[in-house]
T-cell receptor
Framework: EAQVTQNPRYLITVTGKKLTVTCSQN?????MSWYRQDPGLGLRQIYY???????DKGDVPEGYKVSRKEKRNFPLILESPSPNQTSLYFC?????????????FGPGTRLTVL | AQSVTQLGSHVSVSEGALVLLRCNYS??????LFWYVQYPNQGLQLLLK??????LVKGINGFEAEFKKSETSFHLTKPSAHMSDAAEYFC????????????FGTGTSLTVIP
């Protein structure tokens, strides 16, 4: 089944404790992206990647890191999480750039930083 | 800067009534426009998209949207609401010259009243 998977689905952590949220897709998509969803703000793009070893900042990259060492994986790293990073995070992938192509979304990761 | 405005964070309609969800964009360059739907506790799913060509775009589940350049709008409509349409709807925009960044509106929550 074609899908985007994220792990963990739920995470409660404390300020300053490094964490990684994994994202994997099995569709051989070139483009992958991370979004955060907050009430009243919709989804905002954090980082995106056009291909292996190619990443770019989205609208809200501060406090986050990403890497794209393999085509299928695009982990989101919070080196020192803070409470304002409490949010619902979505990973997405598309065949190529998002200009024309549909993005396929993962189920989301709900992160709480205490 | 690219932005998308969705008028009305909450819309309620009766079952069988017309659904109209509003979306306006700001752009000096013709954008590529999308509507995504998010059902409760799920990721996002593409409803329809406009890239080029016909300005009236038909999507899944009976939804359609019309790109009106003169009004910078891309409103989503459905002639007859069904209970299963209750969800959060997001308008989104991209432009090829933004390096494949993607911008979502703040979302409209649709309630369908039996």
């Amino acid at each position: 089944e074609a899908q985007v998977t994220q792990n963990p689905r739920y995470l409660i952590t404390v300020t300053g404790k490094k964490l990684t949220v994994t994202c994997s897709q099995n569709m051989n998509h070139e483009y992958m992206s991370w979004y955060r969803q907050d009430p009243g703000l919709g989804l905002r793009q954090i980082y995106y990647s056009m291909n292996v070893e190619v990443t770019d900042k989205g609208d809200v990259p501060e406090g986050y890191k990403v890497s794209r060492k393999e085509k299928r994986n695009f982990p989101l790293i919070l080196e020192s999480p803070s409470p304002n990073q409490t949010s619902l995070y979505f990973c997405a992938s598309s065949l190529a750039g998002v200009t024309y192509n549909e993005q396929f979304f993962g189920p989301g990761t709900r992160l709480t930083v205490l | 800067a690219q932005s998308v405005t969705q008028l009305g964070s909450h819309v309620s309609v009766s079952e069988g009534a017309l659904v109209l969800l509003r979306c306006n964009y700001s752009s000096s360059v013709p954008p590529y426009l999308f509507w995504y739907v998010q059902y409760p506790n799920q990721g996002l799913q593409l409803l329809l998209k406009y890239t080029t060509g016909a300005t009236l775009v038909k999507g899944i589940n009976g939804f359609e949207a019309e790109f009106k350049k003169s009004e910078t709008s891309f409103h989503l409509t459905k002639p007859s609401a069904h209970m299963s349409d209750a969800a959060e709807y997001f308008c989104a925009v991209s432009r090829s010259n933004t390096g494949n960044q993607f911008y979502f509106g703040t979302g409209t929550s649709l309630t369908v009243i039996p």
